[in-house]
């Protein structure tokens, strides 16, 4: 007679446990992983759709009224509400609107977790609380345009991202000068990809994108990393031993890249949300005016607000991007 041989019951619990363990170490990651990824393709696809929409306005400035008090109160302010009725509704499929003080009505969070994760946010409501150097930083003379502290207003789309707009309609068209990170943006989105559900962090479900110019509009939707790098760089260097900030992103991953001069911008009008260090007299774009060492390109100053033009072989800091 053959002997019958298998599993006993207590072998067959351990092995399960096993696996659970082993799941409940593995799956969370998993998870994360597919998130992110599913999270990039949307971000992605919002972009491409609001700046397709946003082409098609013939301007972007101008819409609904504010109007402030001696004390620079507003007493009116229908501009953001306005821009989203009167404007972008004609080019973008909405789903609902909400007004000023209604944000979460259209599923805006009232807390968000910053890019690090390591501080929350009360949701901003206003354009001052977006962040105040809009409207109190350093202006050139000759600037067209200012930046109005108007209230945000909230829209939700067909594919339940719910984005409130932080409106800016005295923005300029950008024609006479080149220093325009705050008067030549002219609207400010900040989106959360599934409504109220969570995590409600920057990076992850909540992100930005800025429309620049009063006419012929820019539309940027960066990704920033998630710390600066750790010292300062130059934008170009032919000497061995300094470090170029060309090639610092690469060098932190391949996935990473300089951002542009918009980008940039659009990285200082929300630097609140990614907890950049307003006090930095500049980080370094990849937008170069000349080439070599004693070239030009273009640095985002976080202390007044302004994009200057910087020698290359001057130091800045860097924020990277995903490409």
């Not at 946003?54 to 507003?74: P, V």
């Not at 200012?146 to 207003?153: E, G, I, L, N, R």
Request: glycine content about 8%; proline content about 3%.
């Amino acid at each position: 007679m053959k002997k019958k041989t298998g599993f006993t019951l207590a072998e067959i619990l351990i092995t399960l446990a096993i696996i659970g363990i082993v799941a409940a170490i593995t799956l969370p990651s998993l998870l994360v992983n597919v998130n992110e990824k599913a999270w990039d393709a949307q971000k992605k696809a919002l972009h491409a759709r609001l700046a397709q929409a946003i082409g098609q306005m013939n301007t972007l400035g101008g819409y609904g009224t504010f109007e402030t008090n001696e004390e620079g109160t507003a007493t009116v302010d229908t501009a953001a509400e306005s821009f989203i009725l009167d404007a972008l509704s004609k080019v973008y499929k909405i789903n609902n609107v909400c007004g000023p003080d209604k944000l979460s009505s259209c599923g805006i969070p009232s807390k968000i977790t910053t890019l690090n994760g390591t501080s929350e946010l009360t949701f901003p409501t206003k354009m001052s609380e977006l962040n105040d150097k809009l409207l109190n930083g350093q202006r050139y003379e000759g600037e067209e345009g200012d930046v109005a502290d108007t209230k945000a207003a909230a829209f939700e789309t067909v594919n339940g991202e719910s984005i409130a707009v932080f409106y800016n309609p005295l923005c300029s068209s950008d024609k006479t000068f080149d220093h325009y990170s705050k008067n030549r943006m002219c609207v400010n989105f900040v989106y959360d990809l599934n409504g109220s559900e969570g995590p409600n962090q920057v990076g992850k479900d909540i992100g930005f994108i800025t429309a620049f110019n009063n006419k012929s509009p820019i539309v940027v939707a960066p990704i920033p990393y998630s710390t600066d790098y750790k010292s300062t760089v130059q934008q170009y260097s032919t000497e061995t031993e300094a470090v170029d900030a060309q090639a610092v992103c690469k060098t932190m991953s391949e996935d990473l890249r300089l951002p542009d001069k918009d980008e940039l911008a659009s990285l200082f009008i929300n630097s609140p949300l990614i907890e950049l260090n307003k006090s930095i007299s500049g980080y370094w774009s990849g937008s170069v005016i000349s080439l070599g060492s004693s070239g030009l390109a273009w640095y985002q100053n976080f202390n007044v607000g302004h994009l200057s033009r910087g020698k290359r072989s001057d130091t800045h800091y860097v924020r990277c991007v995903e490409k």
